[in-house]
Antibody, heavy 115, light 107 residues
Framework: EVQLVESGGGLVQPGRSLKLSCAASGFTFSDYNMAWVRQAPTKGLEWVASISYGGSNTHYGDSVKGRFTISRDNAKSTLYLQMDSLRSEDTATYYC????????WGQGVMVTVSS | DIQVTQSPSSLLASLGERVTITCQTSQSISNNLNWYQQKPGQAPMLLIYYATSLQTGMPSRFSGQYSGRSFTLTITSLEPEDIANYFCLQHYSAPWTFGGGTKLELK
């Protein structure tokens, strides 16, 4: 059974950093591109970043470019999102999703940026 | 970016009723659109992929169709467990973009 489990969320002050993890199981992690998607309270879904299966290619949404870094450890079947210089508008539930078309998603982890 | 307009944003329906949700894209994406069901506190679940293919394990009362830039998700006969939020995702071109979601509730 494919499972994606996010962790690392919480309350953080503006300007600080946070690192999210997404532990994958039930499939060969290194065969799949992966992505992060977020949903702010009462807002729609927004693609945040994607990474190729080998980790060599990454892409970012304009709202996070230069502040967030997506990475992966295929040996640990884990996806990461390093979030720096956090802003109040980054407050959202963050989901990891599998593949180039998002066939499986995690249950999400909440990130709240507030002083 | 490709814009995706989903309607309605909310829907009241009765058990056994036929339900239709629509996503319209701002440009042609062929069939590169997925439909998801999401219940509170749970991971989004893929219902329909590539516009018309039913994900393994999903009930056959769910179906997808498309014509040009218009995509529809249909539930032929609403069941209690179908009460949820539904959204579409276009994966034709980066970045992924999403419909605004439909909250399906019981009448």
């Amino acid at each position: 059974e494919v499972q994606l489990v996010e962790s690392g969320g919480g309350l953080v002050q503006p300007g600080r950093s946070l690192k999210l993890s997404c532990a994958a199981s039930g499939f060969t992690f290194s065969d799949y591109n992966m992505a992060w998607v977020r949903q702010a309270p009462t807002k729609g879904l927004e693609w945040v970043a994607s990474i190729s299966y080998g980790g060599s290619n990454t892409h970012y949404g304009d709202s996070v470019k230069g502040r967030f870094t997506i990475s992966r450890d295929n040996a640990k079947s884990t996806l990461y999102l390093q979030m720096d210089s956090l802003r109040s508008e980054d407050t959202a539930t963050y989901y990891c999703a599998r593949g180039s078309s998002g066939d499986y998603w995690g249950q999400g982890v909440m990130v709240t940026v507030s002083s | 970016d490709i814009q995706v307009t989903q309607s309605p944003s909310s829907l009241l329906a009765s058990l056994g009723e036929r339900v239709t949700i629509t996503c319209q894209t701002s440009q042609s994406i062929s069939n590169n659109l997925n439909w998801y069901q999401q219940k509170p506190g749970q991971a989004p679940m893929l219902l329909i992929y590539y516009a018309t293919s039913l994900q393994t394990g999903m009930p056959s009362r769910f179906s997808g169709q498309y014509s040009g830039r218009s995509f529809t998700l249909t539930i032929t006969s609403l069941e209690p467990e179908d009460i949820a939020n539904y959204f579409c995702l276009q994966h034709y071109s980066a970045p992924w973009t999403f419909g605004g979601g439909t909250k399906l509730e019981l009448k």
